[in-house]
């Protein structure tokens, strides 16, 4: 932790009469210094806490800070991986989870209105009863909030079939930097009307403006879903194996990689008896016909040499995919000395996907590392992360080579630096590498021509220089 | 036409060493001067026709415009219904069409690079042999291009189930107003790094840049498909089960609605019987099951009273959808007096299609006139015009007052007043009405921080003031 004393007066706070509260309080301003990706010694505590009830409220703060100079930066859940929500140039950080509304769901529209801070499991179970869910969710689905899915235009395991959280946003109200309040996008299914504004904010990671209602496109939910677990002799017969049912057309859900590492993390967890060997998780959703697209998969697997592919459905399916969904835990559990950091999300373009991660373990090898691997394989998206002791200097020198490496390589081979958890602060470095100096300049043009005074989360997402 | 004598200056273009040709020859000029929208009293002869055949030539051309202040409109096969690539304020026109090279196609990507000139069933034609397809392929296709489908984020019958042009280009190639090149994108297929400069120049009717390359995305041809038309009592009927049909989850490739007045102009076009009666014309696409998915449709029709629902594949299919491909000339040559003018494309939530169906036809017989009404139903999207005398004045006014009216009906209740043809110049006066004054200035501020001068297409898009 950096510093505790306030860095910006923000007493033209006590003048509006918001709605929500303000606090001062250390423990309050300590909790809002970072996010998952946040190391603590890079932790900078914001001046002030806020937490808004309504639009009018952070109009208001947003065009009273934009006035006095002061940065905002918008938090919900905090669970981003790039400093995302980490207030570094202090400030105000607008804590958004109180504005956490699930309106009621029109299903002849297959649409709901929700407020930013309204956490994705909780509108996924709000649509349920009408048959409905919200395809998008990402892994995080439980504690995340929908507000911090759209900052990062996240996505997750189902994204491969339904694609990412900018599909299924149909409508945003937006706080733009002088505290103008505007809507983006349509609740119409398309529009050709005037400039994409929804798929600009949509990732920019509030520092185009802060979203303070969205609509949200909904699908049906599929009378059959089946999940399978299927196992192979190397990574490269399970790389080319999802790469290919993907180009094949096989119509999955999910298409996750686990390789051997991710497995022996996994056992060493809880009670599993994991195949300790690279495998591909899948699932399946469809409203009739599942087993032949099941049949369909496997046969595409066996042009791979997959040693076993188990179904299951239900509860027993739930289980197969609980390894999964602990993969965090377990890497966080696995060595008491070792800590699982420097996480990545690299994605590439699928055919490259045997390439990419053959890379991952070249270079983990080389820098003597334990590297699981693991992520949404079928969008060409790997999650890879490397154990390191943080006391140890070489190590953790080592671990910052081998994230840097891997970007590399996944730049190299026409991939993207993040596939999923944005820029933030952390991967500001990679945005030049990957999109070129025109295009760097065209983002910081359209940041300066909309928050023109540097409001709205200063120090992220466009490099400084 | 208003003008032949030149606006600007553009002798700079002789200094410039172009792969391309340069034209001032009057036809050519003239074949530049508007777009299938634009009446002819309103065209403007572009100073100059340029034809670039690469980037640099593109890129050489907007830069020396940009210096001397002369405007540059893309312009490629003219099938735009806003003048969109009409040239307002002169200048240069920029002939994309040369630049129509397909590459090769790289199936174990699922990707194509093409040039903005190529047209989009040619694209179509040189994926099929890898088994594959571009789905978002709009109506006019077969004969316009690429880079025009992109300029106005297109969309066709089957985007209902695929998605629009946005959702199948990945990475672009762009000249931007300085004649800088940039990258704006990622070939893989998701990506969170930094602002989504790709679904901004998407659909910015080349005002922020202009797209000299493609990489789009493409999908496997289903094994499966059967199309059908289904005929209904009453036009509620058959706009309510259209709807009732979308958002049960009836996993349709294309539903389009046909109006008895669409029918009666097609039956006079070509010799088909069609019941001169509302129709929902179906699609489906599957790798399997494709009979149950129409079972499924028929359960929901008949639940809306369906009449008869004929099914077909193969050629008997291409009959059944030719009336649907023939509607722009069965209503020209309708009625010797009339044309079929002020076409639409409002787009509502779903679930309000029939009620602006309903509106539709009040607003006509309300003004006494012919309207027939059809289109991407399950977007909730709507193509209509009005039948008039362009030499009665009475009638043409009603009939630009209908227009109106109907755009007006179509954002009181939440719907876009484009749905794939894009502003232009022609739906310039909605875009306020649609977006707020803070959206407006917001665009207007990005088209000033990408394009400082007002090279690119002046006088598109955003309004004046």
């Known amino acids: 932790m950096s510093q505790t004393a306030p860095r910006h007066d923000v007493s033209f706070l006590e003048a509006l009469s918001l709605d929500g509260e303000v606090s001062f309080a250390d423990s309050e301003r300590s909790e809002h210094a970072g996010d998952w990706g946040t190391e603590e010694a890079e932790e900078v505590l914001p001046d002030v806490v806020v937490y ?21 930066t918008a938090y919900a859940a905090g669970t981003g991986l ?10 105000i ?24 801070g309204a956490i994705g499991a909780d509108v996924d179970e709000a649509v ?11 892994s995080s689905g439980d504690i995340s909030t929908v507000g911090g899915m759209i900052a990062t235009d996240a996505s997750g395991m189902k994204t491969v079939k339904y694609g990412e959280v900018a599909d299924w946003v149909l409508e945003l109200e937006v706080v733009l930097a002088d505290g103008s309040v505007t809507a983006v996008g349509s609740t119409a299914a398309k529009s050709s009307s005037g400039y994409n504004l929804k798929e ?21 939910r599929p009378e059959q879903i089946k999940g399978g677990r299927a196992t192979f002799p190397t990574l490269d017969d399970a ?25 022996m993390l996994a056992n060493a967890y809880s009670d599993t008896e994991l195949p300790e060997r690279p495998m591909a998780f899948v699932e399946f959703h469809a409203d009739h016909g599942v087993d032949e697209e099941i049949d369909f998969c496997r046969a595409v697997f066996e042009a791979h ?29 696995y060595d008491p000395d070792r800590v699982p950091g420097q996480p990545g ?30 992520g949404h394989a079928g969008d060409g998206n790997l999650h890879y992360f490397a154990l390191y002791d943080p006391d140890d200097p070489d190590e953790t020198r080592r671990a910052e080579a081998a994230y840097a490496e891997t970007v590399e390589r996944a730049l190299e081979i026409g991939g993207t630096a993040t596939g999923e958890h944005g820029i933030g602060e952390g991967k500001r470095k990679y945005l030049r590498r990957e999109h070129g100096d025109a295009a760097v300049e065209a983002m910081r043009a359209i940041a300066e021509a909309l928050d023109p005074n540097g409001t709205l989360n200063p120090g992220k997402v466009v490099p400084d220089e």
Chains 1, 2 share one sequence.
Do not use: C
Request: glycine residues 8%.
């Open 200 to 220: 600009l904010i949509v990732g920019s990671e509030g520092t185009l403006g802060i979203v303070t209602r969205a609509t949200l496109e909904l699908a049906g």
């Open 305 to 333: 040499d997959v040693e076993a592919f188990e179904i299951a459905a239900g509860r027993e399916m739930d289980d197969l995919w609980q390894a999964r969904k602990d993969i965090t835990y377990a890497a966080e559990s």
């Open 93 to 116: 950080s607008l804590d958004m989870t109180r504005m956490d509304d699930i309106g009621e769901v029109r299903p002849d529209d297959l649409q709901v209105d929700v407020g930013p």
């Open 128 to 138: 349920a009863r009408h048959g409905l869910f919200f395809p998008p969710l990402p």
């Open 52 to 72: 808004p009830e309504s639009t009018a409220d952070v109009s208001a703060v947003v065009a009273a800070a934009d006035d006095h100079g002061v940065p905002v």
């Open 82 to 91: 790039e400093s995302n929500a980490a207030p570094v140039e202090a400030g």
């Open 239 to 263: 790389t080319a194996a999802i790469s290919d049912a993907v180009t094949s057309g096989v119509d999955v859900a999910k298409i996750e990689l686990f390789d051997g590492e991710t497995a």
């Open 345 to 374: 999300d690299v994605t590439v373009p699928v055919g490259s996907y045997p390439e990419m991660i053959r890379a991952v373990k070249e270079i983990a090898d080389e820098h003597d590392l334990l590297v699981p691997t693991f």
